[in-house]
């Protein structure tokens, strides 16, 4: 069974740029599996921030940016603050109807 | 304004049923399929289901198969999630999500969520 790998948890410093990745157990991720980053605060629904491989949700400030680097979807966050402390969750489509999600980044900004 | 509101989670007991429903509202209902993504406690998110626009097609985690029927009723705009057999393993929040398009379409918008407890 495919895993979709996530670094479990990142640090950056206020201002900074930090970029989180999601991977394939076995294999590389391509724009066909659709890589897709959601971001999800302590008690809240999770919000949409990139679907697609690249394309921002609406309201989503353009700090936030996907793509593919390497074998991996990438999502990096530029001018981090402190409000980006949270959990953000990758998915990627893997056929048939089905999506797999991957176990979560926990970002810390300090 | 798209809203997404799941209503019908609570306590069960390990073996017992429930049925979760979502509210649709702000967009053509019948265009986009719809999923279930649940989040257990101390973890990640979880794709449970999907189903088409239609309603034709569906589509289940190897973890629910058998267990859980995802359905619609498009004259209503609302998505049902029942959930047969329920294990402790179930326990989580669960949350409707609306896609972009077809059911290989990524999630756009997402409900609140409903509690779903199994516990004796």
């Known amino acids: 069974q495919t895993v979709v790998t996530q670094e479990p948890s990142f640090s950056v410093s206020p201002g900074g740029t930090v970029t989180l990745t999601c991977g394939l157990s076995s294999g590389s991720v391509s724009t066909s599996y659709y890589p897709s980053w959601y971001q999800q605060t302590p008690g809240q629904a999770p919000r949409t921030l990139i679907y697609s491989t690249n394309t921002r949700s609406s309201g989503v400030p353009d700090r936030f940016s996907g793509s593919i680097l390497g074998n991996k979807a990438a999502l990096t966050i530029t001018g981090a603050q402190a409000d980006d402390e949270c959990d953000y969750y990758c998915?990627?489509?893997?056929?048939?109807?089905?999506?797999?999600f991957g176990g979560g980044t926990k970002l810390t900004v300090l | 304004e798209v809203q997404l509101v799941e209503s019908g989670g609570g306590l069960v007991q390990p073996g017992g049923s429930l049925r979760l429903s979502c509210a649709a509202s702000?967009?053509?209902?019948?265009?986009?399929?719809m999923s279930w993504v649940r989040r257990a406690p101390g973890k990640g998110l979880e794709w449970v289901s999907a189903?088409?626009?239609?309603?034709?097609?569906?589509y289940y985690a190897d973890s629910v198969k058998g267990r859980f029927t995802i359905s619609r009723d498009n004259s209503k705009n609302t998505l049902y999630l029942q959930m047969k057999s329920l294990r402790a393993e179930d326990t989580a929040i669960y949350y409707c999500?609306?896609?972009?398009?077809?059911?290989?379409?990524?999630?756009?918008?997402w409900g609140q969520g409903t509690l779903v407890t199994v516990s004796s």
């Open positions: 702000g967009f053509t209902f019948s265009s986009y399929a």
């Open positions: 999500a609306k896609s972009l398009g077809g059911v290989n379409y990524p999630i756009d918008y």
């Open positions: 998915v990627l489509y893997m056929g048939s109807g089905i999506w797999v």
């Open positions: 189903i088409s626009g239609g309603g034709g097609s569906t």
